[in-house]
């Protein structure tokens, strides 16, 4: 089945303790991105990636590094989290058409 | 910048009523449109997918219209279920590339009551 998987679901963190969002797609989909959604902001693009070792920021990248070793995984990292980082988070990929979203994470840091 | 707007914001009708979702952006240089379906704390599933040159895509009771140049689609549901229940999200692909930004509205919550 095509589909991106992102792992974990659920994450309760404390402020500064170093944390990784895996994304994974088996569609072999070029571009992948990440997007956080918050009551009243709606969804906004943090990072995307055009393909391997291709990164640029986003809207709202502050606090947020990302990685793209392999076409298929493309990782979100918080080096230092805080509480304005509580938030759902979303791995999406494209082969340049329509986008398909992983489930979501949802991140909360105290 | 872009910006994407939805009408309503929320909507509540009994089961049965056909109906319509409205999404609206400012700028007419997209790609190509995308409305996708979110249950409550769960991911996005894609619905429908039109492209800047077409002018609608249909999937079962779902019907989507594209009027690029007024900067306006609309999703319409037919017999709507409970089922149907969950908040509708419209977003613009950025034009010039086939990997533009996605620009996302806000949401119509949609509750469909027996």
């Known amino acids: 089945e095509a589909q991106v998987t992102q792992n974990p679901r659920y994450l309760i963190t404390v402020t500064g303790k170093k944390l990784t969002v895996t994304c994974s797609q088996n569609?072999?989909?070029?571009?992948m991105s990440w997007y956080r959604q918050d009551p009243g902001l709606g969804l906004r693009q943090i990072y995307y990636?055009?393909?391997?070792?291709?990164?640029d920021k986003g809207d709202v990248p502050e606090g947020y590094k990302v990685s793209r070793k392999e076409k298929r995984n493309f990782p979100l990292i918080l080096e230092s989290p805080s509480p304005n980082q509580t938030s759902l988070y979303f791995c999406?990929?494209?082969?340049?058409?329509?986008?398909?979203f992983g489930s979501g994470t949802r991140l909360t840091v105290v | 910048k872009q910006e994407v707007t939805q009408i309503p914001a929320a909507l509540s009708v009994p089961e049965g009523e056909n109906l319509v979702l409205n999404c609206s952006f400012t700028?007419?240089?997209?790609?190509?449109l995308q409305w996708f379906r979110q249950d409550p704390g769960k991911g996005l599933t894609s619905l429908l997918l039109?492209?800047?040159?077409?002018r609608e895509q249909t999937s079962g009771r779902l019907n989507a219209s594209l009027d690029k140049s007024s900067g306006r689609s609309t999703l319409y549901i037919a017999a709507s279920q409970p089922g149907d229940s969950a908040t509708y999200l419209c977003?613009?692909?950025?034009?010039?590339?086939?990997?533009?930004?996605?620009?996302f509205g806000q949401g119509t919550i949609l509750t469909v009551h027996p």
């Open positions: 990636s055009m393909n391997v070792e291709v990164t």
């Open positions: 039109i492209q800047s040159s077409q």
């Open positions: 977003a613009v692909k950025a034009g010039g590339t086939s990997y533009g930004k996605l620009t």
């Open positions: 569609m072999n989909h070029e571009y």
């Open positions: 700028d007419s240089a997209i790609y190509n």
């Open positions: 999406a990929s494209s082969s340049g058409d329509g986008y398909t």
